[in-house]
């Protein structure tokens, strides 16, 4: 599904990611764990294409697509689908409106019919329900006056929406008490399918408790140091990253 | 003095655009303008040759054949016009009107005896042109629950549901009509809200003006459907000095809307028109305009010079007068739609959305006077500036010595598309009463980054991003148009936009 081959990225003037190859096969929950500053958030970034991110050498597959050469709507209607670490508001701006119009955009790109109102109220109040969430959740104006675990809750609902093929987790679980920690994960082990795959970037192996990755690897100074399975989670939530670098 | 003044969130109340944003984004003025309303109707018509002075006065007031005191209240206002200046307190840069260059009488009728006495006497290629306009005036497929006074040039073409109306007493015409039905109102109104010698292009419609609605709504009744008119500048090198009458009788309830567009050309015309509302006692006049006058194309030539003064008097206890405004259109707009709060218990809204792109400048805003007491305001004005062009707010809120527990919110919101544009808010507030409470809450913003990749990541294109972004940054204003409208204003929106990203 997605392969990163020997990746090197600039985000500003700043050199982060240095030789990164990773490759995720449909249906795998990838765990992308590191220090600080290692370009965690950057992987996610340069993968959605935001625009201060860019990729100075090596190639991204994604489906036979080269993923580079594609604008961020683009890529987002190939189904690559970013969880922001800091969704923004768009005051004035409903959360169903902002969800039919993006899933419209996306539907029109691959050359589907698109949604009318009716079809989509249908669709999204299922999904509401099977995520456990509010549906108060729809008519509020996107993200604004959301608390911080309201947000994240959010991104996994549009997620849920909008059926995406590779979805990229960034620190989704930061700031979130159990409660919330717990029906995001839900949220996201309802969306694992044979043919959907997960980037999931965190700090804590606590997330990894709730969604069972089948890789986890180790992202320092901007490159893989480390794959293992979920026991390598483990071993660095019992002795931190110093141990990798001797 | 107990009088309170907020700003929050407003750093600078005159913020011009700065050089931060990156150059990634940098947003350019429209490739192709794209005004669908800018088509000339070639029809006969009859117009009188430039100039202004008295004679041309005496002929406009007998094509009409109007009485000797409107003749005379025209002639009056001339010689007031003659010895005032034109303004320039605003932040408009106006070049010199030749007033003399300007013919005031265009008629599509060739002379005044085939004048069409129903509307299916009415010239088809002007039906057709209303047809074109989105505002059919045929029986058969006019707009459920909207009537329509059409103007054309200087006189109306027609107004529909007129019968229906006259069933529950309910007076809409065009003026010149009513000031031959009925001659009393049309004189006790008349000026009555802004005089003749109000300011110079008040005193300029006062003297020359042509055609626009009247209404009247008796005690008790409430409208049994919008009243709107459709305003068309159609003829080569005329203005046009329309001129409304609404009076809500005690108790009465109206919701108005006006819609105007004009050919594109190369020369700018002028547009000088003169609005009066009057409420009475528990009156309530919802008036709401959609503004989309011919901007000008993308290097500033052409486009209508748009100086209208628009004024409500909340006469009696308990009325209100709400003024709402989308403002896309006009190269130059000038324009204050206010309220006199003279009615204790009464209130004055004022909302409006004013973008501007290319070279359009805009100077607009309100004023709210508070003379009767427990009077209310409100201002929610949204300004959105994109290209190079400059848009200011310009707001007054005054409480009379004798306004007790008066009370105003403002609300003045800025949004800069682009790194040329300018954005200015100039505030004013003069309080005579210590029980008044003024709030004025300021924002200056742009279109983050963060906002256009978060979009952009979801699938929506930057074009649809900004769109978006937009109609939700005029949310509050478009909830308060009537639900046909609110369609018609953000369609007209993304118009404006378009082109908007580089």
Request: proline content about 4%; some cysteine; charged content about 25%.
């Amino acid at each position: 599904m997605l392969k990163i081959n020997d990746v090197y990225a600039k985000a500003g003037d700043k050199e982060i990611l240095k030789g990164l190859s990773l490759e995720v096969k449909p249906g795998e929950v990838h765990a992308i764990m590191g220090p600080n500053g290692a370009g965690k958030s950057t992987l996610g970034n340069l993968l959605a294409g935001m625009p201060h991110v860019e990729a100075t050498q090596g190639s991204v597959d994604f489906l036979g697509k080269d993923l580079l050469d594609l604008e961020p709507e683009e890529r987002a209607a190939e189904g690559v689908f970013l969880a922001f670490q800091y969704p923004v508001e768009i005051p004035g701006v409903n959360n169903m409106y902002f969800l039919r119009t993006a899933l419209n955009a996306q539907r029109k790109y691959r050359g589907e019919e698109p949604m009318d109102s009716a079809q989509f109220l249908r669709m999204v109040k299922q999904k509401i329900k099977d995520m456990n969430m509010r549906d108060d959740l729809l008519k509020r104006p996107v993200n604004v006056g959301f608390s911080g675990g309201e947000k994240k809750r959010n991104e996994v609902f549009q997620m849920g929406v909008l059926e995406p093929k590779l979805a990229i987790l960034d620190e989704t679980d930061s700031g979130l008490d159990i409660d919330a920690l717990k029906i995001v994960s839900d949220g996201v082990n309802q969306l694992r399918s044979p043919d959907r795959s997960f980037i999931i970037i965190t700090h804590y192996q606590r997330l990894l408790d709730h969604i069972e990755p089948d890789f986890v690897h180790v992202l320092a100074d901007g490159k893989i140091v480390k794959s293992g399975t979920k026991k390598l989670a483990l071993e660095l939530e019992e002795q931190g990253y110093g141990w990798l670098n001797q | 003095m107990k009088q309170k003044l907020e700003i929050k969130g407003g750093k600078d109340p005159n913020v011009v655009a700065g050089d931060d944003q990156e150059e990634n984004k940098v947003v350019k003025a429209r490739a192709s303008q794209k005004y669908k309303e800018g088509f000339v109707t070639d029809i006969e018509s009859f117009t009188l040759p430039p100039g202004l002075d008295e004679d041309t006065i005496r002929q406009i007031s007998t094509f009409k054949g109007e009485p000797e005191w409107l003749l005379d209240y025209r002639l009056d206002a001339f010689r007031k016009w003659q010895k005032m200046e034109q303004p320039n307190w605003a932040k408009l840069k106006i070049p010199e009107i030749d007033f003399q260059a300007i013919s005031y009488y265009s008629s599509p009728n060739a002379n005044k005896e085939n004048a069409p006495k129903s509307l299916d006497e009415v010239d088809p290629k002007l039906l057709e042109t209303y047809d074109k306009l989105g505002v059919p005036l045929h029986e058969r497929e006019r707009l459920a629950g909207v009537a329509v006074d059409a103007v054309f040039d200087s006189v109306s073409v027609g107004t529909t549901f007129k019968a229906e109306l006259e069933k529950v007493g309910v007076i809409f015409s065009s003026f010149s009509e009513a000031v031959h039905d009925h001659p009393e109102l049309v004189k006790k109104y008349l000026g009555s809200v802004v005089p003749s010698s109000d300011n110079y292009f008040a005193a300029l419609n006062a003297a020359v003006f042509s055609d626009g609605s009247f209404v009247y709504i008796p005690k008790g009744v409430r409208c049994p459907m919008e009243l709107s008119t459709y305003f068309r500048i159609n003829a080569i090198n005329t203005g046009q000095f329309e001129r409304t009458l609404i009076v809500a009788d005690e108790g009465a309830y109206v919701s108005y809307l006006e819609g105007c567009t004009a050919p594109m050309r190369d020369e700018n015309q002028l547009h000088a028109a003169v609005v009066e509302l009057v409420a009475m006692d528990d009156a309530k006049i919802k008036y709401s305009t959609v503004q989309n006058w011919y901007p000008g194309d993308e290097n500033g030539k052409g486009g209508i010079y748009n100086f209208v003064t628009k004024r409500g008097n909340c006469q009696g206890k308990n009325s209100k007068i709400s003024w709402t405004q989308v403002e896309t259109g006009s190269a130059i707009t000038w324009k204050y739609p206010s309220c006199i709060l003279r009615g204790d218990d009464s209130s004055g809204e004022f909302y409006s959305v004013a973008l501007t792109n290319n070279y359009q400048q805009a100077d607009t805003g309100t004023k709210m006077i508070h003379l009767g007491k427990n009077t209310k305001s409100t201002v929610i004005s949204k300004g959105i500036s994109v290209g190079k062009s400059q848009n200011a707010y310009r707001g007054l809120v005054r409480v009379a010595k004798k306004a007790d527990n008066a009370r105003n919110f403002t609300q003045c919101d800025s949004l800069l598309i682009g790194k040329s544009c300018g954005a200015h808010t100039f505030p004013y507030t003069e309080s005579a009463n210590m029980t008044a409470k003024l709030e004025h809450e300021a924002t200056t913003s742009k279109i983050s980054e963060d906002q256009l990749n978060y979009c952009l990541q979801r699938g929506i294109s930057e074009e649809d991003a900004i769109s978006l972004i937009v109609d939700g940054f005029c949310k509050e204003v478009f909830k308060e148009l009537p639900m046909e409208f609110a369609v018609e204003a953000k369609a007209l929106l993304d118009i404006s936009l378009e082109g908007a990203i580089g």
